[in-house]
């Protein structure tokens, strides 16, 4: 785990949005996965690495599932390569690429057996988006520029790639593969819950990403429950549960801001899940606050989040 860098610690502990802040926390943390990747290579092959780990921005996802995995290519050419594209931030791109690599194969599966789907072979990649799914999206990426700048670039710095996908789950992202937004595409063909989908897997990246700095939670593996997933699952979950609550209540509450008359979600039902969000927020909030065991770091997240459900009009 990384330090703080003390001009971001404010960042680190916040539930709010600082540009700047976060494109420097995320390439600190793609940094440190570049570095690991250039020690794979022998000492006498590894020259002119430094200069290119330096301006490492955003690791492909193929190089930070190699890193996490232990299995970093020993080729001194293919890692320059792939570090000098990390030195490029391109926005959040559909991926439409071949089905077979590892990284996503593998990705896929572990997040169906994060949902308890031991079976393999049960999701499949989809490259080519029906049209409705399209049409869903750029209505989606329409509403959240407009509605939240700052979410917005958030997003395109911190994903890399959607990957749309047949089988059973709904959205998902996984360390392994940070980058990476994993969703079912049926489930996506609807405005409003593509949009919920980016703000939601954007959520789960920033605290992700905030978690490679610091720890929130003292007993993060003690069982609980939130309303997202109806099993019991880890506290680390129900935090990620309540942080993304919060990104979600305040994404809907500035859609409608800032379209009074209408827009690209115009007819749906907007009310009724920004309830949704609000209500799961204090669910997620009592439960925490019943079990969890907050570092001074979690409890000034904690606080921001407080900070949050009151914006909302939820009391905790």
């Known amino acids: 785990m990384k330090a703080i860098p003390a001009d971001l610690a404010e960042q680190v502990r916040s539930v709010g949005i600082d540009t700047g802040a976060t494109g420097r926390l995320a390439a600190t943390y793609h940094r440190s996965l570049a570095r690991r990747a250039v020690n794979q290579i022998e000492e006498a092959q590894r020259l002119h690495m430094d200069d290119l780990v330096r301006h490492t921005r955003r690791l492909a996802p193929a190089t930070v599932y190699s890193v996490y995995k232990g299995t970093p290519g020993t080729d001194p050419a293919e890692t320059a390569r792939r570090l000098q594209a990390a030195a490029e931030l391109a926005p959040t791109a559909v991926y439409d690429g071949p089905h077979d690599p590892l990284w996503l194969r593998d990705g896929l599966q572990e997040v169906l057996r994060s949902l308890n789907w031991g079976e393999e072979e049960v999701g499949t990649v989809v490259t080519e988006l029906p049209h409705q799914v399209s049409t869903a999206l750029e209505l989606a990426r329409q509403a959240l520029r407009v509605s ?16 749309f996908a047949q089988g059973p789950l709904r959205s998902a992202t996984i360390q392994s593969t940070f980058g990476v937004v994993y969703a079912e595409v049926e489930e996506a063909a609807d405005p409003l819950r593509m949009y919920e989908l980016l703000l939601h897997e954007s959520a789960h990246h920033a605290l992700a990403l905030r978690e490679q700095f610091t720890r929130f939670l003292d007993n ?37 801001q800032s379209h009074p008359s209408g827009g690209p979600l115009d007819g749906c039902p907007l009310a ?27 409890r000034a997240l904690r606080m921001a989040m407080e900070m949050c459900a009151e914006r909302q009009g939820v009391r905790s």
């Open 148 to 163: 939240w700048p700052q979410a917005w670039a958030e997003h395109n710095t911190l994903v890399h790639y959607l990957v």
């Open 220 to 256: 993060p593996d003690t069982i609980g429950t939130h309303a997202l997933r109806p099993d019991p699952r880890p506290l680390r979950g129900v935090l990620h549960a309540a942080f993304v609550m919060c990104r979600m209540a305040e994404g809907i509450s500035r859609y409608r």
């Open 272 to 298: 009724e899940r920004g309830k949704f969000a609000m209500d799961s927020l204090r669910e997620a909030l009592n439960v925490l606050d019943e079990s969890a065991q907050w570092t001074d770091d979690g």
